[in-house]
């Protein structure tokens, strides 16, 4: 996930050749050209990092469902036109295509030209029964994305998204899917929940000055599932929610001493006062993960969303 995202972009490109079936290792991100405003980015390497542990977490159990949605969606002879937004590097192209039969076109969006790069030179390129997956990318905000901009969908997806919108941006959001008639799966939206093992006085103290920088602003956070599956509602969506956890332990050490340096640090940046402590804390928790000792679970949801196809057909 990196940034809200839309299709108003003005970049497209097409997947390069030679195929690949993740990115290559990520170097440091480039400085922006000469006039190319600056954007707001996530590490390519992180994103990278996380990779795995999204495919592990993300709920298999709603890809039924949406695959029956998809077998019986109008114009179905035609390929399967998926629009990833806040695509990132890409991860989940590179997780669903390979799940869903039938030729695909992937339309990758995301604020940051450099993460649409990282997408590109590792999108997939064969869906489940050996179909080509194609993939072009747009550059835009997701405050313009309307029902017009996903004409001809047949899929909205996003990972790690919801929880960094505010209501009018999911507002924004749910009122273009259901314009548009085509269903969603919208993985990976932090709930608030965190679960270290073995447990630590400071835990749930870090966990609520966690929480509340996410809701830093008029952002939703841990909030955002709800809020979402009330607009969806309220539009006359069908909405299926279902856990998606990370678990994390000593295979993962690498991510869980990331994740752990970002949770505290922005935790310290809500209540500057819990510093001292937050230090010798997290000294602690990164020895104990080196050690093999430390489990960790990051409480997500996923969600599918199935409004009424376009023009009314059931």
């Known amino acids: 996930m990196s ?21 290559a290792v990520l170097s440091a991100i480039p400085t922006p050209g000469p006039g190319e405003p600056e954007v707001p980015r996530y590490a390519p390497q992180w994103l990278q990092l996380r990779e795995p ?101 047949s899929l909205v997806t996003a990972s790690a998204l919801l929880d960094v919108l505010t209501a009018e941006e999911i507002d924004t959001l749910a009122t273009a899917v259901v314009g548009a008639g085509c269903p969603a799966l919208l993985t990976l939206s932090v709930v608030g929940q965190v679960e270290l093992t073995p447990a630590h006085p400071m835990d749930q103290e870090i966990g609520a000055a966690f929480n509340a920088h996410q809701r830093r602003g008029e952002l939703l956070g841990p ?11 309220r539009l006359g969506a069908s909405v299926r929610v279902h856990p998606s956890p990370w678990r994390l332990g000593a295979e993962q050490a690498e991510l869980t001493q990331e994740w752990l340096r970002g949770w505290v640090g922005a935790a310290v940046e809500q209540r500057p006062e819990l510093a001292a402590r937050a ?24 969600v599918l969303v199935l409004p009424r196809p376009a023009g009314g057909v059931s």
């Open 3 to 23: 940034t809200s995202t839309t299709p108003t972009g003005s970049e497209e490109r097409t997947a390069p050749e030679a195929p690949q079936s993740a990115p």
């Open 279 to 302: 230090d010798t804390y997290l000294r602690d928790r990164l020895a104990a993960c080196a050690a093999g000792e430390l489990r960790v679970v990051v409480h997500h949801s996923d």
């Open 223 to 233: 909030d955002s599932v709800s809020a979402a599956c009330e607009v969806f509602d």
């Open 53 to 153: 542990a999204d495919a592990a977490a993300r709920a298999h159990d709603l890809l039924d469902p949406l695959r029956i949605r998809l077998a019986n969606r109008p114009g179905r002879s035609t390929d399967l036109v998926v629009h990833d937004l806040g695509c990132g590097t890409g991860s989940m192209g590179r997780w669903l295509a390979p799940l869903l039969d039938g030729a695909q076109h992937w339309v990758l969006h995301d604020r940051d030209p450099y993460l649409l790069h990282f997408a590109t030179v590792g999108a997939p390129r064969a869906a489940a029964d050996g179909s080509r997956v194609t993939v072009t990318t747009q550059r835009g905000d997701i405050g313009r994305l309307t029902p017009d901009a996903l004409t001809g969908a």
